[in-house]
């Protein structure tokens, strides 16, 4: 009775079919072969980029035009005419950007694209049945609206507002010009990108392809090149080394999704038989590894993502302090800080990084006042219309309510030795982890009858401790200011959670929504 499921999934698809031998003989469904095809096929076509038609061999219009086109092939070939799609979400935001008055473009834009996206997402919702077909476009349509409302903010900042009047971090990365026709398709649809993003400011974007992104940061090293004119003079550091450490990151995580993710099923935790007859604490420890195990097909979307755009050239950090070359400036992720993580922020940090830099950028950011909740419900929002979505990000509001007021008022007094703050570590490491289990869990259950076994299986704990917590110790907001002795061991004991990928790779994001932790 399976094969009869699969031809039905078969003949729905929009996407090609050329590569429908390999989908049988490997037994994976053709959406993801058609993806991992084009992923790889991107990664070639960088290397090409950077090699033949870099900066120093093709004018920008050609590295524009090539880019956006290979990236319309690419979707063509996964998705068929629902391509249409982005490109006409993209077109339209467009028109919002050359023909609406400047002052309101971003409103503008972030409707139109939004309201797109989720008239999308409804469709995929309710007409698929909750299905996820290899029809689903909704993940590059996703990408797309995050790089259509991050330029239309940022173009609002360039011409509507005064220096004075703009963050630090906003200063740089205004848009004084609207940008072409072109310069926006390729923006939005480059094949570096457009299937799992990650998203990047605009300018940035140009730098990269006129030539200037890697020079504009070395230039803030030029202390460490050599010459009288800086950095000009100090050659280009290869990507080789980082796409390489990328792509055995990937190897391992597909490893791991092969030999352990599909024995521990995300499903089994709210299965009938398992439910009432396993005990608590059995079904936490299932829950918990079952999330754990869920985790690596993310990391190897998003790093493997990730070596696309570096093989082409773009995601130049900097300059270690060891004068190392970073490519992690547009990194999605830090496996080491997520999986170390001991706050529910500190994950979120680490997690999907641009998209929390998105979420920051156009929301967090802007918000007059209940910018957290905001935030939170734009993020559900943003990643469709399934009730599990809004059961998690609503239930994430308390949670880190809870956590930063746990934080705040019984943090300091494990400061004091070396051991105490050990404890403490993996004591809010093993409480971070567990909560993020129970959070997440409905993103992953979508529908709401299973979210509601599952809650009534663990008892509605974690949603009963984080009220209570944030009842109990909302008098505590501002703690005692620390010694010398706390807060040394505070700033040495930092390195358990973070790492320097950590550092490099949201800076802004993890420093700026303080307000969170």
């Known amino acids: 009775m399976g094969e ?61 035009a090539v880019a956006a086109l290979l990236g319309v092939v690419f979707l ?34 972030m409707v139109a694209s939004v309201g797109y996206l989720t008239a999308c997402q409804v469709s995929r919702a309710f007409i698929y049945n909750y299905g996820v077909l290899s029809t689903d476009f909704s993940g590059p349509l996703m990408i797309v609206t995050q790089k259509i409302t991050t330029l239309a903010f940022q173009l609002h900042d ?19 010009v609207r940008p072409s026709l072109l310069e926006y398709l390729s923006y939005n649809l480059n094949f570096l990108s457009v299937f799992v993003g990650p998203c990047s400011n605009f300018k940035e974007y140009i730098d990269f392809i006129e030539g200037r992104h890697i020079g504009r940061r070395l230039g803030q090293h030029s202390g460490t090149c050599n010459g009288q ?10 990507p080789l080394n980082a796409v ?20 521990l099923p995300i499903k089994y ?6 439910v009432s007859r ?25 790093t493997l993502a990730d070596a696309v755009n570096n093989a082409a050239g773009y995601g130049f950090l900097g300059l270690d302090e060891n004068g190392k ?55 559900a929002l943003w990643h469709g219309v399934y009730p599990g979505y809004y059961f998690t990000f609503i239930t994430a509001i308390p949670v880190t309510m809870a956590a930063r007021a746990v934080r705040k008022s019984f943090r300091i007094y494990f400061l004091g030795s070396r051991g105490l703050k050990l404890g403490y570590d993996v004591l809010t490491w093993a409480a971070t982890q567990l909560a993020i289990c129970y959070t997440v869990m409905p993103f992953l259950l979508l529908a709401v009858e299973p979210t509601l076994v599952y809650y009534r299986s663990m008892y509605f704990h974690i949603h009963i401790i984080s009220i209570l917590a944030v009842i109990g110790l909302h008098w505590n907001h501002k703690p005692s200011e620390p010694s010398a002795t706390t807060e040394r061991f505070s700033s040495s004991s930092s390195s358990f959670s973070s790492s320097p990928c950590s550092a490099q790779c949201q800076p802004v994001h993890s420093n700026n929504i303080d307000k969170v932790d």
């Not at 011409?159 to 004084?176: D, F, H, R, V, Y």
């Not at 004119?229 to 290869?238: I, Q, V």
């Not at 918990?288 to 195990?293: G, H, N, V």
Request: with cysteine; proline share 6%; aromatic share 14%.
């Open 4 to 64: 009869p499921a699969e031809s039905a999934l078969e003949v729905k698809t929009t996407g090609s079919k050329l590569l429908l031998p390999v989908s049988e003989f490997l037994g994976f469904p053709l959406d993801q072969v058609n993806f991992l095809a084009c992923q790889l096929s991107a990664l070639a076509a960088a290397f090409w980029f950077r090699l033949y038609l870099g900066p120093g061999h093709a004018n920008p219009l050609v590295r524009h």
């Open 325 to 379: 070359p970073s490519w992690d400036l547009i990194c999605n992720l830090n496996i080491l800080g997520i999986e170390t993580a001991t706050s529910f922020k500190r994950f979120i940090d680490n997690w999907n990084i641009q998209t929390g830099i998105w979420l920051k950028t156009v929301c967090y950011d802007r918000a007059p006042k209940h910018r957290l909740a905001l935030t939170f419900i734009l993020s």
């Open 244 to 263: 390489c450490r990328k792509l055995l990151v990937c190897s391992g995580c597909m490893l791991f999704f092969l030999t352990l993710t599909r024995s």
């Open 269 to 274: 935790n709210v299965d009938p038989h398992f």
């Open 76 to 109: 063509f070939f996964c998705f068929g005419w629902y391509s249409a799609h982005m490109l006409l979400v993209v077109l339209a935001s467009y028109l919002i950007v050359i023909k609406a008055d400047i002052n309101n473009v971003h409103r503008y834009s």
């Open 229 to 238: 004119n800086g950095y000009e003079k100090t050659p280009e550091p290869s």
């Open 278 to 302: 396993a005990p608590f604490l059995t079904r936490l420890t299932y829950a918990f590894f079952s999330i754990q195990a869920a985790r690596p097909k993310f990391y190897f979307a998003w």
């Open 158 to 176: 360039g011409m509507c507002k005064k220096s004075e009047q703009l963050t630090s971090g906003q200063k740089p990365l205004a848009i004084t």
